[in-house]
């Protein structure tokens, strides 16, 4: 078969033509190379075509994980604020526990008191009764001994045996009864401390019931905190010091007392400062600047400080002043700015 110009020959009658042959394609060879070409170019439009609708499921695919995931992320967040809520609750109502069994504890105690001052009062009328009979008893055997003799048995009238011995026996019968009465008020000590052990022992149960909600409690808020965290990235931009106004604050504890100090920037001396002059100065600088205040808190390695107390702390500083935790971040005031 016969080439012109590079192409094939798909003409008819080449054979007639052989002789008439020109310089330029004839119109069915540019047809052909036109044909070719679309062609070509149709089947790489096709592949790109294939690409990018793979790109655009992997794409899709991508958005519903995410979607799914927030979704998901929500559902805990929830979950987790209805037990945070609950053991709030049962905080609350072991505080109002404890203080209605001190106030119990407080009244049976000053109850105790009065008593414990009867009893003494009684113990030393009992004393007292119990000296006089003695003396008595000393006076009759004197008068006993006395007897022995005419002159102290003249002298000894009817009278006064009658006397002394009916001051015995109200002394006896006075005796008798405050030893009943120191029995009673004996038993009724006995069962009040049985009662102030008892309730000691549901105190020390309240307590111990208290302390272990606030463990729950800080846990629970650790995963909420935690949980936040993960949300607030599937939401918004990561928390970052870029476009913020920095400041610094430093917190410990040294030999049982708490030390704050802060500083503009990361560069410079710390200067010591109260919590009330600490929270009055970042109220201001959080006016003064409108792109929002940055807070960075740092917490020693040596500290000495519990987590819940350096959790409290920092998250009070941030929840106040701190760009990242206000309601209505100051980027979204401007529109400016990251998150």
Known sequence: MKETGGFVDLRLNRQENQGNESFWPSFTDIMTVIVMIFLISMVVVLLRNMELVKEIRATLEAEREAMELA?????????????????????????????????????????????????????????SLLEERNSLAQQAAQLQIDKNTAQEKARLSEEQKKLASRDLADLQQAYRELKEELQRKTLQIAALRSKLEFQSQQLADARQERQDVEEKYLVLAEDYDSLKVKYDKLV?????????YLVEVRYYRRKGRYHIEWREGDSGEFRAVSRKKLDAILARLKGEHKEGLYVRVILPEDSGLSYSEAWKFTNDLHRKYDYYYQETPPAEKTGTGEG
């Open 71 to 127: 979704r998901a992320a929500g559902e805990e967040k929830q979950s987790l604020s209805s037990q945070l809520r609950e053991a709030l609750e049962q905080l609350h109502a072991a505080d109002q526990h404890i203080d209605e069994l001190e106030k119990r504890v407080s009244r049976l105690q000053e109850q105790n008191a009065v008593r414990a001052r009867a009893i003494a009062d009684r113990d030393l009328q009992l004393e």
């Open 236 to 244: 918004k931009p990561a928390r970052s010091a870029k476009g913020r």
